[in-house]
């Protein structure tokens, strides 16, 4: 697989001065670089779909150190458009480190709506590996503000949530058997659920474990199916 590392200083350096933290390396989706306004801006029409797209990648991929900004998955048919503005996975196991995924939108104007949106990433099957990374005021005018995952079994570790929006679950929506796993995470406001399992057929089995869950307008997690399972343990929720 293919390895891309930001942070570094700009006009290059050796490994050693790489701090994505300190040097910022931006991949936006703002073709024209003029979004101004609110989400529904007509200055977001131009924006890329997916800032990032992973299909079938193997675990030896690595994307470490971006902020992934500005995309706008949108769509009036029910298709792969109108999800994952920052990130979309197609049965992709790569690793995602040291990133920030923030304000991308995913919107939907058409009927069944059961599969689409995640604002900052959707993982349509497979299973990632994400470690340090940072879902910040991303939307999605559907399903999952920040995280769409369907029939997945990705890693999230030491991730932060914080402040994602969506009409319904603004943290990380489960769905379809999916069964990821949470450690050492922290969900902080949005404006409805930060995690919730909805599942027609039932199997899907989330962990939670040393995660924060506070400040969320609606239910913190919510299970909608009778054949799905949530685990937690060592974890704070308020």
Known sequence: GVALY?????GGAIWQDRDPNLHQTILSGDLNRDDTGGWWDSSRTENTRHVVTSYSADDSTIIDGFTITSGYAYSESYDSKSCG?????????CKVKNCKFTNNFARWTGGDSSGLGGGGMYID???????????????SEEFGGAVHCVGDSTKFISCCFIMNTSYYVSGVMLNLLSSPTFDNCIF????????????QWGGANCKINNCT???NTSPAIRLQSSGAYITISNSIIW
Not at 6 to 10: D, K
Not at 85 to 93: F, L, P, V
């Open 188 to 199: 902080i406001g949005g404006d409805s659920e930060a995690i919730e399992i909805w599942n």
């Open 85 to 93: 503005a920052g990130m979309y996975n197609y049965q992709s196991y």
């Open 213 to 215: 869950i506070i400040n």
């Open 125 to 139: 099957r497979g299973g990632l590996t994400i470690i340090n990374c940072d879902f910040l005021e991303n939307k």
């Open 6 to 10: 930001g942070g570094f200083p700009h």
